[in-house]
């Protein structure tokens, strides 16, 4: 982890945190954060360790994952630059994080003491109101999630996990949408084994659904990606 200028990094586009906020207020926020930067595949936070700082990610990948008490790494939600993560830091009194945040490529990201974020919530209470979107946001996405695993088919979590990696981190071809993931992620994603999803991508690319290179994958056709042909 290392410092880094803000000010040589381009804003995100949208950051729901901020709001309905003005922008005198956004750059009081923005001023109380210290921006660092984390390598590939570092871990950001870390299940059950105290929730001490609140962060938004300003550039590059991050995901949650939550490990299992026999070991095995759930892959949960990509983060993308604009979303905030370790919302445990808002609640007072002692709590912790809830599941870990890795980056998944060099990123930089926004840090507050739990104390800081705090305090900026009670100065400007849309920074809060933004906050309780967000989680209401995470636990619809978590909803989504746990009914799909009890009324979808393999084939069609795998599409939807894709579908939402696209829309949030996908880079626009000519050919398609690309993807910086690999089987195994999307396995872990949309709770189904490896040897299952390398099928069902198999699949869709022979049907011209996807383009499969090391890595990564073009998604060629969203329509024909939910099509039961």
Request: charge should be positive; hydrophobic fraction near 45%.
């Amino acid at each position: 982890m290392s410092p880094v200028n803000l000010r040589d990094l381009p804003a995100p586009r949208d950051i729901t945190l901020f709001r309905n906020l003005t922008a005198s207020d956004v750059q009081c926020i923005l001023s109380s954060a210290k921006a660092r930067r984390f390598s590939r595949n570092t871990v950001i936070t870390q299940q059950t360790e105290p929730a001490e700082h609140f962060f938004l990610l300003w550039r590059g990948r991050a995901r949650y994952f939550f490990e299992t008490r026999a070991g095995k790494k759930l892959i949960l939600r990509w983060l993308v630059p604009g979303q905030v993560f370790g919302l445990s830091g808002l609640v007072e009194g002692p709590s912790t994080y809830l599941v870990s945040v890795e980056a998944v490529k060099d990123s930089v990201a926004l840090i507050w003491s739990d104390a800081t974020i705090r305090g900026l919530a009670q100065r400007f209470p849309h920074l809060l109101e933004n906050a309780l979107l967000i989680a209401s946001r995470y636990l619809s996405w978590y909803v989504a999630a746990h009914a799909g695993l009890a009324s979808q088919t393999a084939s069609e979590r795998l599409a939807h996990v894709l579908f939402g990696l696209a829309e949030v981190a996908g880079r626009k071809l000519p050919a398609g949408i690309e993807l910086d993931v690999t089987n195994e992620e999307l396995a872990n994603a949309a709770n189904i084994s490896l040897y299952t999803a390398s099928r069902v991508t198999s699949n869709w690319q022979l049907r011209g659904i996807v383009r499969r290179r090391r890595g990564k994958i073009v998604l060629c056709s969203v329509r024909r990606l939910f099509s039961r042909q």
